[in-house]
């Protein structure tokens, strides 16, 4: 797990940033953003959590709860802001090139303020998904869906061709209006 925990400290950033929230509002909101790939368990998000804290980007402060123990905010902090605009204005090369951690950035780049910092990011996304590339290939070239007698390999190419065309259109238009935007 411990290579997803950029994404994992993301998505604490990118959720606190809207608003304070106790760490097991933050763990359901998480699990929705990415429980379908792999739901995130309390091992891992507290360890994460206890990181930020200690990196000086979360405050706990306890808030009194209908039991007897106190239950903890959590709120991002200056840095904490500052670091969520830097880790959505830099991204690593991973973060646009694998889908799940794709979508963990998109989920969040709304909070990066310039128009055309949010462009920087879907350009070098466009620019990944115009490589030619396949799941399969002949030596070194990517094999079409054309290509591929296997109706479930053509399956994974039909979709991936549909998906890959689908989320090329929408980065060009989505890129025409920050563009747009940044002009006006």
Same mark, same amino acid.
């Given at each position: 797990m411990r290579h997803n925990a950029p994404m994992l400290e993301l998505a604490i950033l990118g959720f606190l940033h809207d608003v304070p929230l106790h760490g097991y509002e933050l763990r359901k909101?998480?699990?929705?953003?990415?429980?379908?790939?792999?739901?995130?368990?309390?091992?891992t998000l507290?360890?994460?959590?206890?990181?930020?804290?200690?990196?000086?980007?979360?405050?706990r402060r306890p808030q009194p709860g209908a039991g007897a123990a106190p239950r903890h905010v959590l709120t991002l902090t200056a840095e904490g802001h500052a670091e969520l605009h830097r880790r959505l204005a830099h991204p690593a090369d991973i973060?646009?090139?694998?889908?799940?951690?794709?979508?963990t950035l998109l989920a969040f780049l709304r909070h990066l303020d310039d128009p055309s +910092?949010?462009?920087?990011? @879907?350009? $070098?996304?466009?620019?990944? &998904? *115009?490589q030619p590339s396949s799941f399969f290939y002949e030596g070194d070239r990517p094999l079409r869906a054309e290509e591929v007698?296997?109706?479930?390999?053509?399956?994974?190419?039909?979709?991936?061709?549909?998906?890959?065309? +689908?989320?090329?259109?929408? @980065?060009? $238009?989505?890129?025409?209006? &920050? *563009?747009?935007?940044?002009?006006?």
């Open positions: 909101r998480i699990a929705a953003l990415t429980g379908h790939v792999k739901p995130v368990a309390e091992s507290y360890p994460a959590i206890k990181r930020l804290e200690k990196a000086g980007l979360l405050a973060d646009i090139t694998d889908e799940n951690r794709w979508f +910092a949010q462009a920087e990011v @879907l350009e $070098r996304r466009m620019a990944f &998904l *115009r007698e296997d109706p479930f390999r053509r399956g994974i190419l039909t979709i991936a061709r549909a998906t890959s065309q +689908a989320e090329l259109s929408w @980065l060009r $238009r989505t890129l025409d209006t &920050l *563009r747009a935007a940044n002009d006006g």
